[in-house]
């Protein structure tokens, strides 16, 4: 399933971080050198050629210098039957890739690994049996790791078709998230009209698209935690009960609103916060943790505070559950295997997008090479919606896109869907058909 | 919430078992000696004598014979605002009052108590401030204990009104273990099209309703469990996989038709038999554990069975949750305290009724003199469907109604309902309006 594992892979003994320079990344093949457009196959020779492409690659476990901008080659004829290789132009980044550096994510292979879970792009070559997607196909793929990299090889079956107006950011803003939180609410709870949610960490990515989904559904009341200075931003976005989890016990907080307690509670944190929300749960109620935020401290391995929040596991008995009817469940979308269900959830996604029921909010965008500042800022929490990263190499005179600029570009896709047309590393794009 | 403390309770010394006798109960006041048919209080001085009734008393913890039918005897001027007095036509037997002979069940108070938690009949007299219950009216009582007696007091938004075409067999059948069936699999777990759901003693009360229930959806797989001679009976019932567990590993049998398991486990047994409830589950299914029938083996209570199953019970953290993407649940109707609930749901199963899509299976109907006989038919497994009592006293000459003769009267209500109107203790039927 890795992207990466049919490819020749060339490792650099030192981190590439030459953002001055031009992407060290052949030109895409031209369309019209294709014989036949709906061909899978490299119809002509010069096409073997390798070709080379940068990548975010582990390096081994503990701080951000773990992670290398290496420059990786391949040969287009290696794609194996049911894949496709994608020119990726937007990744997302997860919690996922911030436990895998600390080697906290048992999901992911021993490094070097390139990681990422999650990306858009366009489909640059299809390999044989791959009858639904074409060369030029804008998409978003998934994988269980290897996304981060300029050209990512990966399963037909986990690459969709994006909408016209969604832009690439938000593509790949939406699967880990979206998916998260849609499987969470409507899978696993049963999210009805006139129910209440917690949601942890409101102002996340899995945050602000649980919050937008609970929105498709009349009368829901949410009680999202985020510090005081997000409150505005995640009341907008829908959040009926913002609380401060810094200054204030959002136990009591929500005791005051509803004395009675919530009906859900989705829970990222683990250790001590899963035995708070499931004293929060209504009768009937579940809690889903899907998540052990609370294991990251630091920038490397705690031990302490691992041990912590296996210690204050939520541990409990039936007979526990009878005597209150609730229910705990658990929820790690990367032991979901179920191809259909996946599939379904996606497409059900992109409906409530063109029906514009959900909107992914893009925090900001880095550049490869700005990795550690993105990962840092959503370990240091101060992020707000999704943090995306460019594979396409930072201009010396550009400014990281973050913040308000990005939440505009978010606002106005299509603006920045025709601005990105005009620079070089999106001729791509000129591909489709 | 006790039906029984406002009364005057004269407990006999000895067990009242005369069947041939007349019933020991006062005539009901005929309904035109009521001055106004809209008041709730007593209007004649007549009224307010002392009335007698019998009642299914525990008087201690243990075999068959703890359970006594006594003569009681009240004041119809004792009923408080709020409640309504009901002429009790058929109770209820459930799992819990096995449990509860053997000091069990901890949310019935300490013997001498009136058991019973669900019965049918008619009001005979209505409290100050009642205004949506009137005498006559046919109706479902709930209540926390003593529904078993001929009179009950209970709160009137514990009763609730039942349709013309059901008999009061099936009204008493129809609370417990259909708000059971309903709550978990509608309100806890998330039944939809095409689900599969494993359902233990398939031919129980609760099995029943599940099965009924299971087939107002859409695509939903039945897996069952019942002893071999009732599978004609469950298959025809909609159980899709009848499973003989008494000959047969379930999970290996299940794993046969379905290798991913179930989405839904609904466990009344507990102990070892939760755990592999679990084990069955497909990823975001759910083990819903609402028994632990396992501990019941003999009469008395039995410390080996108990340990057992404790030692057995089902005891997970939220890291094994995750990483198997499955939720657990507990259930206990009688911890459920929310009367909006209550009411919401009943109401919603007389619709199913009314719309031909739910109908209560009477196994077999008992008088109280046969509470024994009732009871070791429940303990031993030999129901299919609900097991009734009547407070009527037996006629000498009547056998027991029991197993095909109570499923053909199941079958015809009306007629049941019409042959009861001849019989004397039936009279008080006269007075609705």
Chains 1, 2 share one sequence.
């Not at 119809?43 to 050629?49: G, I, L, R, S, T």
């Not at 010396?396 to 601005?419: C, D, G, H, Q, T």
Request: contains cysteine; charged residues 25%; negative net charge.
């Amino acid at each position: 399933m890795s992207g990466e594992e049919p490819l020749t892979q060339q490792q650099e003994p030192e981190q590439v971080k030459k953002p001055d320079e031009p992407p060290p990344v052949a030109a895409p093949a031209p369309a019209e050198a294709k014989p036949e457009s709906g061909s899978s196959r490299p119809a002509a020779a010069e096409e073997e050629k390798t070709i080379s492409y940068r990548a975010l690659v582990l390096t081994g476990y503990g701080g951000y210098e773990k992670i290398k901008l290496q420059v990786k080659s391949m040969n287009k004829s290696q794609l194996k039957a049911g894949e496709v290789l994608v020119r990726v132009k937007a990744c997302g980044l997860n919690f996922a890739e911030l436990l895998g550096k600390q080697g906290l994510y048992e999901l992911l292979p021993s490094p070097p690994i390139t990681l990422g879970m999650e990306g858009s792009g366009v489909i640059e070559a299809v390999g044989e049996d791959v009858t639904n997607r074409k060369v030029g196909d804008r998409i978003i793929a998934m994988n269980r790791h290897g996304m981060w990299q300029e050209l990512a090889v990966v399963p037909a079956n986990r690459t969709f078709p994006i909408p016209e107006a969604m832009s690439f950011e938000e593509a790949a803003a939406l699967p880990v998230n979206y998916m998260t939180a849609y499987m969470m609410l409507f899978e696993m709870a049963n999210l009805r009209p006139g129910k209440s949610v917690l949601i942890h960490m409101a102002a996340g990515g899995v945050g602000i698209a649980a919050t937008q989904l609970c929105q498709t559904v009349q009368d829901v009341t949410i009680f999202g935690t985020a510090s005081a200075s997000k409150h505005e931003t995640i009341s907008q976005g829908g959040v009926t009960h913002p609380i401060d989890y810094r200054t204030k016990d959002y136990v009591t907080e929500i005791h005051k609103i509803s004395p009675k307690g919530v009906d859900i509670v989705l829970d990222p944190l683990g250790g001590s916060d899963s035995q708070k929300g499931f004293s929060l749960l209504k009768p009937l109620g579940m809690l889903i943790v899907f998540g052990a935020a609370n294991c990251v401290t630091g920038q490397k391995k705690n031990l302490l505070a691992m041990a912590k929040t296996w210690y204050n596991q939520l541990t409990l008995n039936t007979l526990k559950l009878m005597q209150t009817n609730k229910a705990i469940s658990g929820f790690h979308l990367g032991y979901i295997h179920d191809e259909e269900l996946f599939k379904m959830t996606l497409i059900k996604l992109l409906e409530l997008y063109q029906q514009g029921k959900i909107k992914p909010r893009i925090d900001s965008c880095y550049h490869f090479e700005e990795v550690a500042e993105a990962m840092k800022r959503m370990h240091d929490r101060q992020n707000i919606g999704k943090i995306i990263l460019l594979p396409e190499p930072k201009k010396s005179e550009e400014k990281p896109k973050s913040n308000a600029e990005a939440a505009e570009n978010a606002e106005k896709n299509e603006a920045a869907v025709s601005e990105k047309k005009e620079e070089p590393a999106e001729e791509v794009e000129t591909e489709k058909d």
